[in-house]
Each structure stands twice: as C-alpha cells, then as structure tokens.
Nanobody
Framework: QVQLVESGGGLVQAGGSLRLSCEASGRTFSNIFWGWFRQAPGKEREFVAALGWSGERTYYVDSVKGRFTISKDNAKNTVYLEMNSLKPEDTAVYFC??????????????????WGQGTQVTVSS
C-alpha cells in the first residue's frame, strides 16, 4: 500500500506561484510512475502532469506547459508540482497519484493505483 498526502495549496493572485508537495509512505518509490490531476467544480478530473519512474520523462497537459514543473525527491519520498504564472482557470482541487505498474496511459486517471486526498488551489483575478 502507498499513502499519499498533498500540501502546499492555497489562495494566490493571478501571476503568482505555488509549489505543491505530495509525500508518500508505505513502500519504496524509485520505480513508481507519478501523476498530478486537478478537478474544478462541476468538471471532470483532468490530467495535469506526470513523471516517469526514472525522473527523466515528464508529460504535461498543453494548458500548463511552460508554467508547471513536476519533479521528485526519492530521498524524501516526495513529488512536487511547481506552478508559476498561475491563472484563474488553474483553480481546482489538485490530486497526486501513484502508479505501481505503468501501462502507458499517463493521462488517464484509471492508470493510477493510489491517490491523495487533494489540496485546494485558488487563483484570484
């Protein structure tokens, strides 16, 4: 089992920055595929970013490319989502997710085996 706990959300003005953290516990993490998703009120959960187990390959939804960066620190069992140039449309609950057996669909919520509880990000205009 893997337990995931997100933190770092909050209220920020448009153009500002936040860094989300997702601390994992329960097993080793060097070969886990990671993802960040978000869900705005009344909308479906949306893929945001993913990170391959080696830490070399990253994937982003087009709307955040150039603004968000996913990374991890294996020693701290933590995955990060650095968010810059935030926009009101980035407002959502952000979830981190872990996949113990990557099947190639990083953009699909069904790919992931474990989820955090979510952290709220609100961007004011």
């Amino acid at each position: 089992q893997v337990q995931l706990v997100e933190s770092g959300g909050g209220l920020v003005q448009a153009g500002g920055s936040l860094r989300l953290s997702c601390e994992a516990s329960g097993r080793t993490f060097s070969n886990i595929f990671w993802g960040w998703f978000r869900q705005a009120p009344g909308k479906e959960r949306e893929f945001v970013a993913a990170l391959g187990w080696s830490g070399e390959r990253t994937y982003y939804v087009d709307s955040v490319k150039g603004r968000f960066t996913i990374s991890k620190d294996n020693a701290k069992n933590t995955v990060y989502l650095e968010m810059n140039s935030l926009k009101p449309e980035d407002t959502a609950v952000y979830f981190c997710a872990a996949d113990k057996n990557y099947r190639g669909t990083y953009y699909s919520a069904d790919e992931y085996d474990y989820w955090g509880q979510g952290t709220q990000v609100t961007v004011s205009s």
